[in-house]
């Protein structure tokens, strides 16, 4: 029997491209480039750049903060700084001391980290950059309004909290914390992603809400990509902190970060579409089409909570979930299906966010198989103990694990 699966994964492994070529990439990436116009696409796109072409400056390197600029790769930094600059000449032409791109408030700073490495890196205008970051950090502490319990609101004109804003602005506020030394900031990421977890998660299916408070959008359904751009950014809030020099003090704090995770990651999987292995763009919701973007950011966010915390139990299905993707990027390095990104219910064409997640699933994957594959063969690697009422369902998850394996069994569900 076990030679039998063996045979059969060999013979997958030669008709089926188990990975992205580096042409795929490439043309991925330039995708990415064109398409990306939007301030939280930009972000994005810097931070997937940054995974890809320069992991030494990307807080998932240990020895990241502050940006070790000698270890970079100069020419590919260039599109990061790019977007810096852009970024930063528009606050520069109306001269006033807005954030540095209009639209959702909580979406700018996901190009603030772009922003303080075009200061920390010391070229030119670094005086305009570090300004620049520091009237969008205080943008967002005090003119952004906020929930009765201090939510930092994602809208500019009312409050309304979006799981997107994980993603884009807890991110920068605690890597502003981490180069420039100042413990309250980072600690204010950590708590903007307790109280937005307060307020969106839906607790029975363990996943996030898109939305919850004010009025206009009122999407409260559980958005799939709303719960990638949560769990990733949550994990780069626990990176950040992990690399910065208070990583001491903040114990208690990355461990939660790091259960909040494993909360989401536990809820998307249970609801995978096993033929397709697509997550549907909306949870629990009947019709909801299959959406490859989130799918890709959700088994990012999977290599990376094993890379980070050594939580290797969903890695199974990363890799099935990863390699079903790679199939899905098309010869002109497209990826579909997928959700139209500013439409939340609607499918789309192309999408500039897919694009990117599709590289920071690869660049997770690529590190993560450097790191010698930790938890390829499945099997729960829990290092915090869970709540009382999930011991009893985990013992049963494990021994199921155990009598597959003894089988050579997949684990899969
Ligand atoms: C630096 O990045 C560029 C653009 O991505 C790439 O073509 C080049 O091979 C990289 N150089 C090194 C030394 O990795
Ligand atoms: C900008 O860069 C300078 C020089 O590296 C540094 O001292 C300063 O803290 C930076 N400012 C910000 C806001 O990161
Ligand atoms: C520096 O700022 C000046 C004036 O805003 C602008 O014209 C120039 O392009 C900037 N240079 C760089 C390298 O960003
Ligand atoms: C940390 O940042 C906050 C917000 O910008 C600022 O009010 C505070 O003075 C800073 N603390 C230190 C120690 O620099």
């Known amino acids: 029997m076990r030679s039998a699966i063996v045979s059969c994964a060999l013979i997958a492994g030669v008709v089926v491209a188990q990975q992205l070529t580096d042409d795929t990439v490439a043309k991925v990436k330039a995708n990415l480039a064109t398409a990306a116009k939007q301030s939280w696409e930009l972000g994005t796109r810097a931070q997937a750049l940054l995974e890809l072409d320069n992991s030494p400056l990307?807080?998932?390197?240990?020895?990241?903060?502050?940006?070790?600029?000698?270890?970079?790769?100069?020419?590919?930094?260039?599109?990061?700084?790019?977007?810096?600059?852009?970024?930063?000449?528009?606050?520069?032409?109306d001269n006033t001391p807005r954030p540095l791109d209009a639209g959702a408030g909580g979406d700018p700073p996901s190009m603030g980290i772009a922003v303080l490495l075009a200061n920390a890196s010391g070229g030119a205008n670094a005086t305009d950059y570090a300004q620049a970051a520091q009237n969008q950090l205080a943008f967002v502490l005090d003119k952004l309004p906020r929930s009765s319990d201090g939510a930092i609101s994602h809208r500019a004109e009312q409050v309304q909290l979006w799981a997107d804003f994980i993603y884009m602005t807890p991110p920068f506020i605690a890597y502003y914390g981490a180069i420039t030394n100042n413990k309250t900031l980072i600690?204010?990421?950590?708590?903007?992603?307790?109280?937005?977890?307060?307020?969106?998660?839906?607790?029975?299916?363990?996943?996030?809400?898109?939305?919850?408070?004010?009025?206009?959008?009122?999407?409260?359904?559980?958005?799939?990509?709303?719960?990638?751009?949560?769990?990733?950014?949550?994990?780069?809030?626990?990176?950040t902190m992990a690399q910065s020099s208070f990583a001491g003090d903040f114990k208690g704090e990355m461990s939660d970060l790091e259960h909040w995770v494993t909360e989401i990651l536990d809820g998307m999987y249970s609801k995978l579409d096993k033929s397709s292995l697509l997550f549907p763009n909306y949870i629990n919701q009947d019709g909801a089409f299959?959406?490859?973007?989130?799918?890709?950011?959700?088994?990012?966010?999977?290599?990376?909570l094993s890379l980070l915390r050594s939580v290797h139990h969903h890695l199974p299905d990363a890799e099935r979930v990863r390699k079903g993707l790679v199939a899905r990027v098309d010869s002109d390095g497209w990826l579909a299906p997928v959700v139209d990104p500013e439409s939340f219910a609607k499918q789309g064409t192309h999408s500039p966010e897919g694009q990117a997640f599709i590289l920071l699933m690869h660049s997770a994957w690529r590190d993560w198989?450097?790191?010698?594959?930790?938890?390829?063969?499945?099997?729960?690697?829990?290092?915090?103990?869970?709540?009382?009422?999930?011991?009893?369902?985990?013992?049963?998850?494990?021994?199921?694990?155990?009598?597959?394996?003894?089988?050579?069994l997949p684990v899969a569900r």
């Open 58 to 93: 990307s807080v998932f390197t240990p020895g990241s903060i502050p940006p070790p600029f000698s270890k970079a790769n100069t020419t590919a930094l260039q599109d990061v700084l790019s977007i810096a600059q852009n970024a930063v000449s528009k606050l520069n032409k």
């Open 187 to 239: 600690d204010t990421a950590y708590t903007q992603c307790s109280l937005y977890r307060d307020h969106l998660r839906d607790k029975k299916n363990s996943v996030w809400m898109h939305m919850a408070l004010g009025s206009g959008y009122n999407d409260a359904g559980l958005w799939a990509t709303g719960n990638g751009w949560a769990a990733a950014g949550m994990l780069r809030v626990l990176a």
């Open 290 to 304: 299959d959406d490859g973007s989130s799918t890709a950011l959700i088994a990012a966010a999977t290599y990376r």
């Open 369 to 408: 198989v450097a790191d010698g594959s930790q938890g390829a063969n499945g099997g729960p690697a829990i290092v915090v103990p869970p709540p009382k009422g999930v011991v009893a369902v985990l013992a049963l998850g494990q021994i199921a694990w155990l009598v597959g394996r003894r089988v050579g």
